[in-house]
């Protein structure tokens, strides 16, 4: 369970978030076959690319986690969201989790009992 957060996103954040996200793919600008994910809160703090979006997810943490980056903000990915990727958002303990790609239905339930908001 993620722990209580005051960090909250209006509409116009949360597509900014998103429309910030093309911005830092580099990688994918180049290939057209890499996974991204970012930490945003205001703006993109931290990206991460992987043809693996398991990786691109786990880059992102790590690279959180050395950087001393708190979870207070979104995670935004490129990718459809499933279990696996809510436990990695929760154990960074991020209350909100923005993909481009539809999560299947156990990762909506899962985002829910861990008090994580999933767009």
Known sequence: MVPPS???????????????????????????????????????????????RHNALDKLVGGMLRAGLGPEGAVVLTSRVSTDMVQKVAMLGAPVIIAVSAPTVAAVELAEASGITLI
């Open 6 to 52: 005051r960090f909250r996103m209006t509409p116009a954040e949360v597509m900014a978030a998103v429309a910030a996200l093309p911005g830092e793919q580099r990688l994918h600008d180049a290939t057209r076959a890499v996974h991204g994910a970012a930490f945003w809160n205001g703006r993109v703090l931290m990206a991460r690319e992987d043809v693996g």
